[in-house]
């Protein structure tokens, strides 16, 4: 989990993961399903999404600029995981952002 809240912005991968930590996947897998109750997969993203939310509180409008800084590499697939994890769309939290600064 911290190699993850580290490396979030990078390509990780849960075999290659598993293999820095001279673990097998399967027993990586367990242990994230034993200590966070969640899978690698669903705790990268929030860990991503998590802080998709800080940039753009603090100010960074650019889709493409806070997509790529939190990992990925389509603007559209990163809308999509910002939807389901906050559960509102990526234009909303945009739109609250420009309110207030005016």
Known sequence: MAILALEYPERLELDTLARRLASSPRQLQRAFAEAGRTSFRTYLRQVRMERAGELLRDG???????????????????????????????????????????
């Open 60 to 102: 960074s409008p650019r889709v493409w600029e806070v997509a790529e800084a939190v990992g990925y590499s389509q603007p559209a697939q990163f809308a999509k995981a910002f939807r389901r994890h906050h559960g509102y769309a990526l234009s909303a939290a945009l739109g609250s952002q420009t309110e207030q600064a005016a």
